[in-house]
């Protein structure tokens, strides 16, 4: 038991970026675990074909990122301690390139940079767009094979689809990680959950500079020397991961308007699901009748911003018995349910 008397050896089920990073803050401190990633054939994993961009101004409306500036250097330092520790490369510094798409964003670009708003990630708006510093992109391929080579090393990684309540019963502790199958069980429902697929297309085209992000509608994101990314598209209420003709098609336009006619090639075309929540802020806690039963999920678009400010609740709440921001706590949805009823 730790000081706080709270569980101590903990599963942590789905290695997402979630279960990843959840898993890398127990290893620092100190806290036993065991992770069970999905066998073959287990639930689709979104975090495998997300782009891993961390944008600190995003929306129509030009808004900052909920929580960016906390989340942000939090995530800077999770992501290069677990890069000098496993002698990776996941994170690149980068810089967005926001092109107006009308009048309208051109108005509230020139108006909320004039006020300050937007501070210290945009400091002033030109006719056709603005610059967004301090962006980045975690390339999440690289980090889960990684967290994956070293816990199969350290003996705490098991390939397995597991059913978390009866992990239960052999844990103090099992953090549900699993991402669009945890939002699916009906264990999570009083849990307001959304879904929005998305999709991008994989494209070969030369010369991009290497940190720069741009983005109209839709993002270009540079990944390798002649690679690139293009996405995402956002269609509500879908629940399956299948690439679509129609989503191609929008991306390809998309992809020649930010390439301004430079020539490409489609190389791979991938799909997924994000997990969202009503009032847009991911979900952390233990479950309201089973207390052995913990939740990280809910990560939206952002997950690669959000994973490491998550995981660190958790590791407060399981070291020190800090409890939850109301904000994120899956508590909130409990006095929802019970009002609503
Ligand atoms: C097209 C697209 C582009 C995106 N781009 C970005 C981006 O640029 N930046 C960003 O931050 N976010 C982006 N996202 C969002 C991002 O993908 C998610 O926020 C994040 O990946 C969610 O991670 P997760 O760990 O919660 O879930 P997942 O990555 O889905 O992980 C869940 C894991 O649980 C496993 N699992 C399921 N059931 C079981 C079981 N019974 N037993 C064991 N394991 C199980 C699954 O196999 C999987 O490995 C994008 C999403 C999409 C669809």
Not at 286 to 313: D, E, F, M, S
Request: net charge neutral; proline share 6%; charged share 20%.
């Amino acid at each position: 038991m730790n000081p706080s008397g709270a569980a101590a050896e903990v599963l942590i089920v789905g290695q997402g970026v979630a279960g990843t990073l959840l898993a890398w803050e127990c290893e620092r401190a100190g806290i036993p675990f065991m992770l069970a990633a999905g066998a073959e054939g287990a639930p689709a994993m979104v975090s495998r074909v997300a782009a891993g961009i961390i944008n600190p101004v995003t929306g129509r409306r030009l808004v900052k990122s909920w929580r960016i500036d906390t989340a942000l250097p939090v995530a800077r330092a999770a992501y290069t301690a677990l890069e000098a520790a496993w002698g990776v490369k996941v994170w690149r510094e980068m810089r967005v390139r926001r092109i107006f798409q009308d009048e309208r964003e051109r108005r509230i670009g020139a108006e909320k940079t004039a006020r300050g708003e937007l501070a210290p990630y945009v400091v002033a708006a030109e006719s056709d767009g603005l610059w967004i510093e301090a962006a980045a992109r975690v390339d999440l391929p690289v980090l889960l094979a990684a967290a994956q080579e070293h816990w199969t090393r350290t003996g705490r990684w098991r390939s397995d689809t597991v059913n978390i309540l009866t992990e239960a019963k052999h844990y103090d502790l099992v953090v549900d990680c699993r991402g669009l199958a945890g939002a699916l069980d009906p264990v999570w429902s009083t849990v307001p959950w959304e879904f929005s697929k998305g999709e991008t297309l994989e494209l070969a085209v030369a010369n991009l500079p290497a940190d720069v992000i741009r983005n109209s509608g839709h993002w270009l994101l540079p990944v390798a020397q002649g690679a690139a990314w293009c996405g995402a598209t956002h269609t509500p209420g879908v629940v399956e991961a299948t690439p679509t003709k129609d989503a191609r098609t929008t991306l390809e336009g998309s992809a020649a308007q930010l390439l301004e006619g430079q020539r490409y090639v489609v190389t791979g075309h991938t799909a997924g699901v994000r997990v969202n929540l009503p009032d847009r802020h991911p979900v952390a806690g233990r479950h309201p009748t089973v207390a052995c039963l913990g939740l990280l999920n809910g990560l939206g678009a952002k997950g690669a911003l959000l994973a490491p400010i998550l995981a660190r609740q958790w590791i407060n709440h399981l070291t020190e018995g800090v409890p939850f921001d109301p904000a994120v706590d899956v508590a909130r949805f409990v006095t929802t349910h019970r009002e609503s009823a």
